[in-house]
């Protein structure tokens, strides 16, 4: 039985998209604490297929309505078709849920092919 391709993430965390609006203790909204959160299961829903192993590391944009601003591969995964599917993989998890308040608008995520 063939194991099925699994999504498996690092915390993403390339840069903040410009200043941010913070609570005042410094910490972000609540919203903005589970926006990645929500950003990471999306793509796990909407993981493309691919034959081969090995992990891409796609880098990407989220603009403050949901919609996705741009992608691009930021490690390559040595394999044409993978770096394809972990494109493809972001790409069709959007639009995303509109960024809250305090929420990061660039993200990074490692996404693994098994």
Known sequence: EPQTNRIKMKPMTVGTGGALARPSR??????ARTYG????AAIGRN???AS??????VAFAI????GLQGA????SSGNPELDRAALAS?????PFPKR???AKSTYSIKIYFH
């Open 52 to 57: 081969g192993r090995g992990s891409a590391t």
């Open 90 to 94: 972001v790409r069709r998890a959007g």
């Open 47 to 49: 993981k493309a297929e």
């Open 26 to 31: 410094g910490r972000p909204a609540a919203g």
């Open 72 to 75: 691009k591969i930021l490690r």
């Open 63 to 66: 603009g403050p309505g949901g």
């Open 100 to 102: 809250p308040a305090g």
């Open 37 to 40: 959160t929500a950003v990471r």
